[in-house]
């Protein structure tokens, strides 16, 4: 299992779609997903430390896991099955429960949890996020540039079914 980060959030005003990306904290590798616009609004107001003035639905489940004594550890990404990833919350006492991605990503931003992933879903989903210091220290940059062309190329014209949903 690997800690991740929102790397990015893009819309695609086209489809009306938005892609979340995820990158490992300690390696190269990423996760795109498709989300919602709901979703992605969470995600965006959380990684603005924005407050609505009254709570979305994330923060009101947060909110609530609170108030009952209970605290999220981690969220996870389990599963990639048949284009669609699975989540699960994972809870004090290792209750686990099911969820969207997204709507994890969200809850996990707003109570500052740590996001993970399964090694199995990076080795089938995961794609090379190559950074700006990857390119100062690679003895190859034009290499490592064109590569990262490539990936912002492909994400400019990627839609929802090169990534299943979320």
């Known amino acids: 299992m690997r800690e991740m980060f929102?790397?990015?959030l893009q819309v695609d005003e086209e489809?009306?779609?938005?892609?979340?990306?995820?990158q490992?904290?300690?390696g190269k590798r990423g996760l795109a997903l498709w989300i919602g616009a709901p979703e992605?609004?969470?995600?965006?107001?959380?990684?603005?430390?924005?407050r609505p003035e009254r709570p979305l639905t994330h923060s009101l489940l947060g909110d609530t896991?609170?108030?009952f004594g209970r605290s999220l550890e981690r969220?996870?990404?389990?599963?990639?099955?048949?284009?669609?990833?699975?989540?699960?919350?994972?809870f004090d006492g290792d209750v686990r429960v099911s969820a969207r991605?997204?709507?994890?990503?969200?809850?996990?931003?707003?109570?500052g949890v740590a996001i993970h992933a399964e090694e199995a879903v990076l080795d089938e989903a995961g794609v090379l996020v190559v950074t700006e210091s990857d390119r100062d220290t690679d003895a190859e940059g034009a290499d490592a540039e064109e590569e990262v062309r490539q990936f912002r190329e492909f994400l400019d014209s990627a839609t929802p079914e090169d990534f299943g949903s979320n």
Do not use: C, K, M, W
């Not at 992605?40 to 924005?50: L, N």
């Not at 994890?104 to 931003?109: D, K, R």
């Open 6 to 8: 929102v790397a990015g």
């Open 24 to 26: 490992e904290r300690e």
């Open 65 to 67: 896991v609170q108030a």
């Open 40 to 50: 992605a609004v969470a995600i965006a107001v959380e990684q603005q430390g924005t």
């Open 101 to 111: 991605p997204s709507d994890s990503v969200a809850l996990a931003l707003n109570l």
């Open 15 to 22: 489809a009306s779609e938005h892609l979340l990306v995820l």
């Open 75 to 90: 969220v996870i990404i389990t599963d990639l099955r048949e284009g669609t990833f699975y989540a699960e919350l994972v």
